[in-house]
């Protein structure tokens, strides 16, 4: 059964790093990619970047470029979203999604809902 999870989420002040996680279960993150979304309050879900099953990453955000850094742990089944220089704005319930589908900006910043298997978020916000 495809699981995941993310973690690591919390409160922080603005200029403040998070490190977020994403723990996967009933794959192997070299068959499939996955990617990394937020909702912010009131906004809709935004695709933030995807990591192909080779671990290579694509940033989509223009949000994020810049201030994030992504990767993967595949021995521990895990990948990871470092933020850093964190704003008001990233405050968000930040949600990691996977499927068998190359990493294509089409799928994975534009028609996102549809990816096959999504986690359960976890809430960051950044404090002014």
């Known amino acids: 059964d495809v699981q995941l999870q993310a973690s690591g989420g919390g409160l922080v002040q603005a200029g403040e790093s998070l490190r977020l996680s994403c723990a996967v279960s009933?794959?192997?993150?070299?068959?499939?990619?996955i990617g990394w979304f937020r909702q912010a309050p009131g906004k809709e879900t935004e695709g933030l970047l995807c990591?192909?099953?080779?671990?290579?990453?694509?940033y989509y955000a223009d949000s994020v470029k810049g201030r994030s850094v992504a990767g993967r742990d595949a021995a521990k089944n895990t990948v990871y979203l470092q933020m850093n220089s964190l704003k008001p704005e990233d405050t968000a319930v930040y949600y990691c999604?996977?499927?068998?589908?190359?990493?294509?900006?089409?799928?994975?910043?534009?028609?996102?809902?549809?990816?096959?298997?999504w986690g359960q978020g976890t809430q960051v916000t950044v404090s002014s």
């Open positions: 009933g794959f192997s993150l070299n068959d499939r990619s």
């Open positions: 990591i192909d099953a080779s671990g290579g990453v694509t």
């Open positions: 999604a996977t499927d068998p589908s190359t990493c294509t900006r089409s799928r994975w910043y534009g028609d996102f809902r549809i990816l096959e298997r």
